[in-house]
């Protein structure tokens, strides 16, 4: 009974079947959480807020860790993994 529900939805709410309710919130915050883990990892503070304020299903996410994120330069990540090898 119960999963049944979940997978026709509830007509209160237009029908909208609970479990793909349940995949969009997952989805999102998957993507927001790196998302916002990269932005302040890169000290990119107006992209921190601008994804923690608006909810857009990961769109926003996902479209600045493709184009907008700092990329890592091939001396930064060797002067990374050079201090790791000495502690």
């Known amino acids: 009974m ?15 079947p609970a479990i793909l309710f349940l995949l969009v919130v997952a989805w999102s915050i998957f993507w927001k959480g790196i998302a916002l883990w990269k932005a302040a990892r890169n000290n990119q503070r107006y ?31 060797s002067k990374i993994s050079s201090k790791r090898k000495s502690k």
């Open 2 to 16: 119960f999963y049944k529900s979940m997978l026709v939805g509830d007509p209160r709410y237009g029908d909208f």
């Open 47 to 77: 992209w921190f807020i601008a994804m923690l304020i608006v909810s857009s299903i990961g769109i926003l996410e996902i479209v600045y860790i493709k184009f907008f994120q700092k990329k890592i330069t091939q001396i930064t990540a």
